[in-house]
């Protein structure tokens, strides 16, 4: 084990080689690689499957008491396996082939997908029994979003990892703005039921991609002991500098950011008196904006750092959660998501792509998996957090409070930057495995 870390280098000192471009390939270049192409559209439809799922879980709840706590609970449901689990799953991915860890995850969700439809069609569904089936839904997310993040950087080469986050990020985001919209139309036609069918065959195909497709393998590797994996990942994490305050900025943005989702069905319904279709139709603004970050972030690139980004963007995002909070609309609603969605763009995708290149690949599924770790852990623990303080507050001060947190948490790129302050050509740089 030899890896010291990169070190976070600021303006005045000596960078190391660099082997990107001043702005980097265009945001869809990945695309150009087949097998990439390939898993991006098999990931889309997972992600279908899954806002339409969204849309079904949290309708279920809204007319039971305590709606608002459990419309936050079912957000920390999906995400609390992350929490717990991805850092062990990390490990176990840099020493197995990841192709068979995402068939396994996949097939898993298959199965406990249907198990719910069936559940639901029967009218068994409580609200005890869907956190339960959204648990393990999310356990098997973990299991995917790990081995899916260390498998990238072995399908695209380093110039085209930035292309390949944001694809990423634009597949989730196309299809939280199809996705909701499909699934509030067939909640409000057919009930939940039948998003939930659906939720359970859209892992299939990601399953018969794998099977078809020759997914690159990886370099054979001693397997140590468990906890000695976990030792060597937490090793360089303690040496890199810029790996550290990645995962603060990721802690200090998943907080506040996790009131959108876990207060959003609230918002629709007591503060907006929408339906299922109204819902949905929100979910897909803030997922249309996402989308239009992605389109802008190769100009952003361009011209702002990412420290830039992060303080600018943290602003923004703080404005549109206020405006949230605020607006009584289902237009203005809209309109503050879909800024939402431009900024958690602008901010998660230089933080993701520069956790990706300066890990090596002998540990990157740990370090990744570190990230999702306090990527999403932090939101499902906000989610909680957000849920309490609507039921005990009110939804319009939680939202307000998430404003203010989301602010203070741009506002920390003056004190901890992630890079150069100053955009640097080539930055971040890449490691030696």
Known sequence: MNWPGPRLVLPGRRQTARTQTDSGPGPFAALSVPVFRALWLAEFAGDMGNWMHTVGAQWVIVGHANAVLLAALVVAAARMPVLVLSVPIGAIADFVDRRWLLLASQAFQTLVGLALAVTSLLGWLSPTALLVYTLLLGLGSALSTVAFQALVP???????LHSAVALAQVNLNIARVLGPVLGGLLVALTGPSTVFVLDAFS???FVVVLCFYKVPGQPARTRPA????LVEGMVFVRRSALVRRI????LLIGIPSSAVWALLPSVSTLRLG???TGYGLLLAAAGAGSVFGALLLTGIRRRASDNTSLLVGG???AGALGALGLVQDLIGAAVALFVFGVTWMVIQTPLAATMALTAPDPIRGRIMALYQTVRMGSQSVGAVGWGLTATGLGIVPALVLSAVAMALAGLATLCLPVGPRRRTPGWPPVASD
Do not use: F
């Open 154 to 160: 072995q399908l695209v080469t380093p110039p085209l």
């Open 203 to 205: 892992y299939l195909v």
């Open 226 to 229: 468990l906890r000695r994996a």
């Open 247 to 250: 995962l603060v900025h990721s």
């Open 274 to 276: 929408v339906d299922a």
């Open 315 to 317: 602003a923004a995002s």
